[in-house]
């Protein structure tokens, strides 16, 4: 029978970037009969808005509310002065797309380097100047072609898979971020998070496992 864990995420998703440690241990504790797909769920259209203050105001409160809860999760709040906010995730969604185009390695290497320069360096991924610095930065360390995901980035070919994509995520009835489900055969079964404890997760796969 395949069984397949389905992960959605949104690299500009804050809860994303606190799910992250745990994400990283369950994946590694996964049976390798397991297959692990990667899927982004696109959490705000593309945009050359400012952000409103209080959509402002109200990340913040959740940046702060995620530290609290999930121990070890440290954000840089430099970026609220620093840049220029925009609600707009599609262009690092489509870079996600793009980089998965050369390896499937480099969807979870981008996803990094696109929540650190974001959370920890105080950088805006809705800029694209800053997605192909990423790429840049990828290349130095790995067979990544920059050349090619420049090209690609803007292409029609990524924005067809990207909206293939969302529509994928969305018959999984997946409505926020990040998201766990657990197909085994032919059926979906949606996985309760939790930020802190990977075995709660992997008690909940054992548990669908055992009904199938």
């Known amino acids: 029978m395949n069984k397949t864990l389905i992960y959605v995420h949104d690299p500009m998703c804050s809860w994303c970037w606190g ?9 590694n504790s996964i049976d390798s009969s397991v ?4 899927f982004v769920g696109g ?3 593309d945009s050359n808005e400012p952000m409103p203050q209080d959509l402002q105001n109200m990340l913040k409160d959740t940046w702060r509310r995620i530290e609290q809860n999930i121990p070890g999760t440290v954000f840089n709040f430099d970026f609220w002065t620093k840049c ?9 969604n489509r870079a996600i797309i793009a980089a998965r185009q050369q390896g499937v390695e480099y969807d979870e290497q981008m996803t990094h380097l696109i929540q650190s320069a974001y959370y920890s360096q105080a950088k ?7 997605l192909i610095e990423l790429a840049s930065e990828l290349s130095k360390t790995s067979n990544f072609n ?6 690609d980035l803007g292409s029609k ?14 018959s999984l009835g997946v409505n926020g ?3 766990l489900v657990y197909q085994s055969g032919n059926k979906l079964y949606s996985i309760g998070l939790d930020y802190n404890n990977a075995d709660n997760m992997l008690a909940q796969i054992k548990q669908v496992d055992g009904l199938s």
């Open 43 to 45: 959490l705000a259209p």
């Open 19 to 27: 799910f992250e440690p745990v994400r990283s241990k369950l994946f």
């Open 157 to 170: 070919e990524i924005q067809a898979l990207f909206e293939q994509e969302l529509d994928y995520t969305r």
């Open 146 to 151: 920059c050349e090619q995901f420049i090209n």
């Open 84 to 92: 220029q906010p925009r609600r707009s995730t599609y262009p690092s």
């Open 124 to 130: 805006n991924p809705s800029d694209e100047s800053l």
């Open 35 to 38: 297959s692990i797909k990667r």
């Open 177 to 179: 971020f990040p998201s």
